[in-house]
């Protein structure tokens, strides 16, 4: 059988328009596929009002009251941080040196109260202090371990859901929050990710209470 | 002029064959750039011997000793940090609380010998400490511009030549390097470089002594 050059010329450019438009079509699938967040929050954090979202995070039964305090309503980085914190659905683990600003220390006990499973590892020496949170987030259940020994537990990290690292230089409080130079970098990103997760599980286990019977935990 | 119908086939399968091959090249080369760097070093770092690094780092006519001290050459934490640094060929940029440690106050002051634009932020407090850096940097010829002022410079990240960022929880102590858990994240990321990189412009202008006469810089 033969067919004219014309049409099998025809047939190669519609084959090759296919290809293109099925190539176009996967790339644009890629774009529009939710882009993962990559944030990087700059302190000191502008002064403003974290009670209207943090009343909203404790869910539809808890008492809504206007906050009389004069400061704004605006977006800053304490406020992004928090939201990033309170988008946890399954688990939140931190792995911080100092934990003392009380904004943070309710927004993780809402997590733990709406059923998130939060782990926390902290610094021995600091935890100690007036003013850390780390008392209150035991009395809420909330279990928490701490290192024994030589030098500290500096790290200033925390992992949502095993797909989201906050990691930088900001102590969780008031004083970092609202006074110093800091920096965090969020990202979604599942090398590092596991790299954290990991270092968080090797901390995790060393100073579980089983292992070294002088360390104490929460629960 | 006409073909057979299995000459339009052969000539469809080659096109199609060639648009594949070409494809797979075109994904080849991308695979072949060069990785963008995404490294994470976690510390404390195991205790090495970083002598014969910094030596072959201060050029062919600088004289070499082999070092007499025990400890191992192998590769750890804080070699692969120096390394990292001391790849900068342009410039490197250096926002940091705390810096005391020899190897790394040596390896900035190689590169500033190299030609190397060095420009280092620090926290006024913690420069004045004894085992500070900061006053050898000064005396090398490095420019150094420090806070004034409520809360602390508590930052503790570098920039090489505009295109790498080191950032994490790591103040460049020699008791962090070898006691603290510390987390150090290495990322060639347009985005969060450019993010970094502009914190430090502000903060530099912002710690100028032309903008603030209360301050000192180094030169």
């Avoid at 939710?34 to 700059?42: A, G």
């Avoid at 900001?170 to 969020?186: F, G, P």
Wanted: with cysteine; aromatic share 6%.
């Amino acid at each position: 059988m033969w067919v004219p050059v014309a049409a099998g010329r025809r047939g190669l450019t519609v084959a090759i328009a296919a290809a293109a438009a099925g190539l176009a079509l996967a790339m644009a699938a890629l774009r529009w596929r939710r882009r993962p967040v990559r944030e990087v929050l700059f302190f000191p954090s502008q002064p403003s009002c974290t009670e209207a979202l943090l009343a909203e995070a404790a869910g539809p039964g808890a008492p809504v009251q206007p906050c009389p305090c004069p400061l704004p309503r605006s977006d800053c980085s304490l406020s992004r941080l928090l939201r990033r914190l309170l988008s946890a659905r399954r688990s939140l683990d931190i792995c911080l040196f100092a934990f003392s600003c009380p904004q943070l220390g309710l927004a993780v006990r809402l997590l733990h109260r709406r059923g998130v499973r939060v782990r926390v590892v902290t610094d021995a020496q600091y935890m100690a202090l007036r003013g850390s949170q780390i008392g209150l987030l035991r009395l809420a259940g909330i279990q928490v371990r701490h290192d024994q020994g030589h030098g500290y537990m500096h790290h200033k990290f925390a992992i949502v859901d095993r797909r989201m690292l906050i990691t930088g230089s900001l102590n969780w409080t008031t004083q970092a929050i609202q006074t110093n130079r800091e920096n965090v970098l969020v990202v979604e990103d599942a090398e590092y990710v596991k790299l954290y997760l990991d270092e968080f599980e090797r901390i995790w286990e060393e100073y579980s209470p089983t292992t070294n019977s002088s360390l104490s935990q929460g629960q």
